[in-house]
Structures are given as structure tokens and as C-alpha cells.
């Protein structure tokens, strides 16, 4: 099974324009990204494929693979998309540019929902983890995922999900890791048809495929690091990286 990491790199991001070039500690945000991705040996390539001439330059000045996109693309899934058109590849996994500190186990995990006769029915997959802070459970940056009995995912919202109603059961919240993996197929599908009313509501590209009838497959991991979405995650990456 042949295993290729992707890693969307857009510059101009809405909430932190350039986020990705910021440095945390001595490198950029994408250079670790990079570097932990490469790190787990578990690819038979990783590449970053990005809009930026100044994130091509950075990666591939350091030795890395990028490619460049050749046109204008609305998700990270449509760039990686125009990327594996063309490759022989079984699955790809997008690994987003703004999680610096992946690490071995979780995508570990995530490849391994792929193996086997139950396997060859797992389509795509991503990764969650249990929420217990209650600002970030109220905060619409962090998108929450509610699943089913057998993991799969029912819903993505930035809204609290589920809503507790009811005050006398413990609810557990998970929060959606931006991480997922895809047979090939089942990527290029999604960027065939048009952007669904859920996913153009909520921002939250995953909705396309459970809005098309795809299900996808979420796994439990422990705490990645820090995602970096604003100016202030990037504080927060910093003391994470000093522990």
C-alpha cells in the first residue's frame, strides 16, 4: 500500500495571513510541520504543495519536496487533489500546515484503519480528540465532531455539539484534528462536486463527503500540540515547544 503525507501550505490565511511562516523557535511553522511529518518514516513521500513562492522556496531550500499549485484552489483537499491526479498512490493523508507538532502514533493510527478485509471500506478518516476546557468547547474556532457507536462521524460544527440539554448525563466532547486520510478515489471525488449548504455554512470542508453519503471513519487520539489558527495559538505553540 503505497502511503503519500500531503501538506496544504496557503500563505494568505484569513484569520493570520502568513501564518505559516511565522518562526516558533528557530524554524517556521511549515518547516516543523514538515520536518515532524517526514520524521515518522511511515510515507513513502511527503510534499508540501502550496501557492507560495516563499513556502516552496523554504521547504525545498532545506532539502524538503513541494510542489506548487497550479491554479487557484478553494480547500486544502482540492490543492492536494490537482497534486495526486497524475501519482499511483493508495492513500493520501492531508497533514495541515498550521498542526506543527505531529507526531508518529496518530497517523499511525489513521493509516491503519486502511489495512485489512474491513479496511477496503473505510473510504476516508481523520482524527478527534476528547475537549474538556470549556472556553474551547464554546470557542467556533475549535470545530467540533459528534460520531456514532462505531466512531463515524455524524456531524462537524463549530457550534457545542451535542447541545446539553439535559444537566444529568456527562457529555464527552470531541474536538475535529485537521488531519485526515483518503483513498484516492474518494479525494478525487470530492473535488468533482460542488460545495454542499452544510459545509458552505459552517466552514468545514469534511461536511462535503457525510453530505454525499461518505462516511468517515474518526479515531481517538491523545493531544497533538497546538493548532495555529490565530496570533495567539502561536503564543501558546511557543510555551508548548519550551515544555
Same mark, same amino acid.
Given at each position: 500500500?503505497?502511503?503519500?503525507? /500531503? ?12 501564518? !505559516? +511562516? ?20 511511515? @510515507?513513502?513521500? %511527503?510534499? #508540501? #504543495? ?8 523554504? $521547504? ?5 519536496? *513541494?510542489?506548487?499549485?497550479?491554479? =487557484?484552489?478553494?480547500?486544502? &483537499?482540492?490543492?492536494?487533489?490537482? *497534486? ?6 493508495? %492513500? ?8 506543527? /507538532?505531529?507526531?508518529? =502514533?496518530? !497517523?499511525?493510527? $489513521? ?15 481523520? !482524527? ?7 472556553? @474551547? ?8 465532531? *459528534? ?8 456531524? /462537524? &460544527?463549530? &457550534? ?21 486520510? @483518503? ?6 471525488? @470530492?473535488? &468533482? ?8 455554512? =459552517? ?12 462516511? $468517515?471513519? +474518526?479515531?481517538? #487520539?491523545?493531544?497533538?500540540? %497546538? ?9 501558546? *505553540? ?6
Amino acid at each position: 500500500m503505497k502511503k503519500v503525507a /500531503f501538506i496544504p501550505a496557503r500563505y494568505a490565511a484569513s484569520r493570520f495571513p502568513a501564518k !505559516l +511562516m511565522q518562526m516558533l523557535g528557530d524554524k517556521p511553522v511549515i518547516q516543523h510541520t514538515y520536518d515532524n511529518t517526514l520524521a515518522t518514516g511511515l @510515507f513513502d513521500e %511527503v510534499v #508540501v #504543495v502550496t501557492d507560495s513562492a516563499v513556502i516552496y522556496d523554504q $521547504i525545498t531550500g532545506s532539502g524538503g519536496k *513541494a510542489v506548487m499549485s497550479k491554479k =487557484e484552489h478553494e480547500s486544502g &483537499s482540492d490543492r492536494i487533489a490537482e *497534486a495526486v491526479a497524475e501519482m499511483e498512490v493508495d %492513500v493520501v493523508v492531508n497533514v495541515q500546515g498550521d498542526e506543527p /507538532f505531529v507526531k508518529k =502514533e496518530p !497517523l499511525q493510527k $489513521i493509516l491503519r484503519v486502511f489495512e485489512g478485509e474491513e479496511g477496503k471500506k473505510v473510504q476516508v478518516a481523520s !482524527l478527534m480528540q476528547v475537549l474538556k476546557v470549556q472556553e @474551547f468547547i464554546d470557542d467556533p474556532n475549535y470545530v467540533k465532531v *459528534a460520531v456514532d457507536k462505531n466512531s463515524n462521524a455524524l456531524f /462537524f &460544527s463549530r &457550534s457545542v455539539i451535542p447541545y446539553p440539554r439535559s444537566k444529568d448525563i456527562s457529555i464527552t466532547y470531541y474536538e475535529h484534528i485537521g488531519v485526515y486520510a @483518503f483513498r484516492k478515489k474518494a479525494l478525487l471525488d @470530492f473535488t &468533482s462536486w460542488p460545495m454542499t449548504p452544510l459545509e458552505a455554512a =459552517e466552514k468545514i470542508e469534511c461536511l462535503r463527503y457525510l453530505e454525499n453519503g461518505i462516511s $468517515i471513519k +474518526m479515531i481517538t #487520539v491523545e493531544y497533538m500540540g %497546538v493548532e495555529i489558527d490565530t496570533p495567539e495559538d502561536l503564543v501558546r *505553540a511557543a510555551q508548548y515547544l519550551n515544555k
